[in-house]
């Protein structure tokens, strides 16, 4: 519930700002609020993957994706994350999500999300995701051709190739 504002801002600024391409960076800036803290007065490890969130919301947004997803009944879905922590970010302090689609293969769209303060980088990750319908996971190429976008992804980075094909831990 903390993050209905984040949300209705990110929506509306989506709506009525500049559209962009599906492989453009897109950028959000936000501030931590006490809402955001744990108990080490930092902002909490549930947070970042939440502000993610909005990160990809804006995404399909202002590249034209929302009316296909709802039009569709797509939902959006995370199957895997890979999360590094560099810095805490501090009660009050300003920080920038920055997004972009690294790749895709036939089923998974790979996205990166740097968050950078005015010191470096305080996290990267990197997540795997789909666009999930009643028939089950929709291919990337028909989310692209529903944009108008050329199915082709651009190469795929070695070290998510390899985090792709590492099995999981039981």
């Not at 993610?52 to 202002?62: A, H, N, Q, S």
Request: with cysteine; net charge positive.
């Amino acid at each position: 519930m903390n993050l209905l504002f984040r949300l209705v801002a990110v929506v509306i600024a989506a709506l009525t700002g500049r559209g962009s391409g599906f492989l453009e960076t897109a950028r959000l800036r936000f501030r931590v609020w006490p809402t955001d803290l744990d108990f080490n007065m930092h902002m909490t490890n549930a947070r970042y993957f939440s502000v993610m969130d909005l990160g990809r919301v804006d995404m399909m947004l202002r590249c034209g994706l929302g009316r296909a997803i709802l039009r569709q009944r797509w939902q959006p879905v995370i199957g895997a994350a890979n999360v590094r922590f560099r810095r805490p970010l501090r009660p009050f302090q300003r920080f920038e999500l920055v997004s972009r689609v690294l790749c895709w293969d036939d089923k998974y769209f790979f996205i990166e999300h740097r968050v950078e303060t005015a010191t470096g980088t305080a996290a990267l990750a990197v997540v795997q995701g789909a666009f999930v319908a009643r028939g089950g996971v929709v291919p990337p190429a028909e989310v692209l051709a529903m944009m108008g976008e050329e199915a082709v992804s651009p190469p795929m980075p070695d070290f998510v190739a390899a985090w792709r094909e590492r099995p999981m831990a039981a």
